[in-house]
């Protein structure tokens, strides 16, 4: 899901990804603007609420966008099997975004400045959904690699927006930028995040079966589950009888939930387009981003901060780990234990309930991280992880028991709400001073997660590829207390929050 990131950090400052955008600066990182002096006292309730309305244009933005696009990416398995070609545009996708964030971000940012980038970004976007009426090798290449340019300038736009509007205004009024960004990124994510319900609400309607749905017989539930293969079965299902309807989806079907989601990606730039206030207002042109490294520096700078820094290689297993359970999530998952035996109009209810508790969790686990501390709460999100894979290991879905797979998108959302925030959370803490390279490499790393994801789990049978993830599930949580536990030995406590309301404290780069 995804993926979408930041790429010119000032130094006090930590934001991350998407699904789980965390400021975790120090409390001077105002400091880093000059305001003109006749604008300190001066803030009104009007500039008040206009604030306001710029983090919640943004946020309706991009709910709109990420409605359309990540539903129809969570139906690629299902829609597009044909050859594999809809899970490889979603690979070609992460990749593209590899390649692109080191230099794409400052072009566009420098170039179109930040809300025309927002604008143009999200507009790429809507190519991949129009491609889906078409879609043909043709056509979804072309759309997935655009849409994986525009990605991460898109992303680090949004975060240089909220960021930098935080920063001009706590300084205006005299408050800690920390806290207000913080509330910015948290009223952008909780709005962001409902993409699962809307879309899904849209996906359950327009792809309900128009007669009774047949059920797989034993021989066919047999090649359901962990003994999947998306390439060989689901090709079988669809081209059987040489139309897509075989599989219980009609062509008008599919033509009509692509319409809906176009709609709503062109939305999402639209809104922006016309509500959003220029950066300008905010200091846009006083940004100390702007000059930061260049594309080739960052880039040399994110291998060396990895070749040089045990930490960044000790964190960067699980940091894959994070884009790998949500590319098997959307994309295996979706396909093996929920279209193949119960029918692919299951698949919007299930991930209803999976981003429903993915919402909810990011917001309750960061108030309970922040009382029992952060090993507890990544240890239940690993444990609920890896007793969700053993047991479909050895479970074979079917109608009379889908009640289960509900369960199991609750477990899953509820160790990907930690995974996203928390780890996010994490680069910020023991990387101070040096977000620029270390988020560098989070994208790296997490892209490479989901482009794993989606190379291997459309090209071997699912349950080698589930015994995959529970090795690298294990070898990323061993990576995880390591760090733990140096980071005890430094600083006398495990987590960063301790039990005085929740407070953080500073962590000194000595790695």
Not at 243 to 256: C, H
Not at 381 to 400: D, G, K, R, Y
Request: aromatic share 14%; proline share 3%.
């Amino acid at each position: 899901q995804h993926y979408y990131i930041t790429n010119n950090l000032s130094n006090n400052q930590t934001m991350s990804t998407d699904k789980a955008d965390v400021f975790l600066g120090s409390s001077d990182a105002k400091d880093d603007l000059e305001v003109d002096g006749s604008k300190l006292n001066t803030w009104t309730r009007r500039d008040e609420l206009n604030m306001w309305k710029n983090v919640m244009v943004i946020g309706f933005g991009f709910m709109f966008l990420f409605t359309a696009f990540q539903n129809m990416a969570a139906l690629q398995s299902s829609l597009n099997p044909s050859d594999g070609i809809g899970v490889y545009t979603l690979a070609i996708i992460y990749a593209t975004i590899i390649l692109s964030c080191f230099f794409l971000p400052t072009i566009f940012i420098k170039t179109l400045k930040v809300k025309l980038s927002l604008v143009v970004c999200q507009a790429m976007y809507t190519l991949y959904i129009a491609a889906q009426f078409y879609p043909k090798w043709g056509t979804l290449i072309p759309s997935s690699i655009l849409l994986g340019l525009a990605a991460a300038p898109m992303w680090s736009a949004k975060c240089t927006y909220l960021s930098q509007m935080g920063t001009y205004v706590a300084k205006v009024k005299g408050t800690s930028s920390e806290v207000l960004i913080n509330r910015f990124f948290g009223i952008f994510f909780c709005m962001f995040q409902t993409w699962g319900i809307w879309g899904n609400i849209v996906t359950a309607t327009v792809l309900a079966p128009k007669s009774d749905w047949m059920e797989p017989d034993a021989a066919g539930l047999a090649q359901c589950g962990a003994n999947f293969k998306v390439v060989h079965d689901v090709v079988a299902q669809v081209t059987e009888g040489g139309e897509v309807e075989e599989a219980g989806v009609a062509k008008e079907q599919v033509y009509m939930l692509a319409g809906i989601y176009l709609v709503f990606a062109i939305i999402g730039p639209t809104i922006i387009f016309f509500f959003l206030d220029p950066l300008s207002k905010y200091g846009e042109d006083e940004r100390k981003e702007q000059k930061g490294k260049s594309g080739v520096q960052l880039l040399m700078a994110t291998f060396s901060h990895f070749a040089k820094n045990k930490y960044q290689m000790l964190i960067m297993p699980i940091t894959i780990w994070s884009g790998l359970e949500q590319g098997w999530f959307g994309a295996s998952f979706t396909a093996a234990f929920i279209t193949c035996p119960i029918g692919v109009h299951n698949i919007g209810y299930i991930i209803i309930v999976y981003a429903s508790t993915d919402a909810i969790c990011s917001f309750l686990f960061g108030w309970i991280l922040k009382r029992i501390g952060r090993i507890p709460v990544f240890l239940m999100a690993a444990v609920f992880n890896m007793s969700v894979i053993l047991i479909l290991l050895h479970w074979t879905p079917t109608v009379e028991h889908k009640a289960y797979l509900y369960l199991f998108a609750i477990l899953w959302g509820m160790g990907d709400a930690v995974w996203q925030t928390q780890i996010n959370a994490f680069y910020g803490v023991i990387f101070p001073g040096q977000e620029e390279p270390a988020f560098s490499n989070y994208r790296l790393w997490e892209s490479l997660g989901f482009l794993a994801a989606y190379l291997i789990g459309n090209n071997i049978v699912l349950s080698t590829f589930m015994w995959i993830l529970v090795g690298w599930l294990s070898v990323s949580f061993v990576g995880y207390i390591i760090i733990e536990v140096l980071e005890y030995k430094r600083t006398g406590h495990y987590s960063i929050y301790l039990c005085d309301g929740g407070k953080t404290t500073a962590v000194e780069q000595d790695h």
